[in-house]
Structure formats: C-alpha cells, structure tokens
C-alpha cells in the first residue's frame, strides 16, 4: 500500500502477489514511465488488483511523465466478484500513453 506521498526519479515497476492500494500521491518525473501489476502470484477471484483510493481521508492519485502501464486480474481488497481488477477513483495522469 502507499499510504504518502511519493515522487520517482526513475522508470519504477511496482508489483505484488494480491493488490496494490494507492492511497496518496504516486509519481514519475522527468518523463519516467510508471508500471503497476497487481495479482503476480495468483489466479482468479480476488486475485490481486489496483485500486487507486480517493474515499475519505485518502487522496490516491497516480501520474507519470511517461509512460503509464497497470495490469492487474481482481481485486481482493473489495467484495465485488470479477468486476474491479483496476479501480481509478482518484486522479489519474499519464502523460504519455495508458497502457
């Protein structure tokens, strides 16, 4: 989970067995391109997905001078079935192609 605030100076790969929850701000600068997969290790419901959190208290946010890439099969984290495996509620910017 990132839970502050975080700046990368370089292209950065983020990957993990279940999810990944964005919870504050996420960033490539200087034209870095920005990868998420979420759900390495496992298959099928609840497999493992990204979920960018804008809800209460939480500003997740994700930008990238570069490329933005997200793969990701089902989030665990909610109890929806097959139907969530990226969620984007808060602000999401790449600035070069979603991938």
Do not use: C
């Amino acid at each position: 989970m990132i839970g502050v605030d975080t700046d990368k100076i370089s292209d950065t790969i983020i990957s993990a067995t279940r999810d990944i929850i964005i919870r504050a701000k996420l960033a490539t600068l200087g034209g870095h391109s920005l990868t998420l997969i979420a759900g390495s290790s496992n298959i099928g419901v609840g497999a493992g997905g990204v979920w960018v959190d804008h809800t209460g208290t939480n500003t997740g946010q994700i930008s990238s001078t570069g490329f933005l890439t997200i793969s990701a099969k089902d989030l665990y984290a909610t109890d929806l079935i097959d139907t969530d495996a990226i969620r984007l509620e808060g602000r999401s910017a790449p600035r070069g192609r979603l991938l």
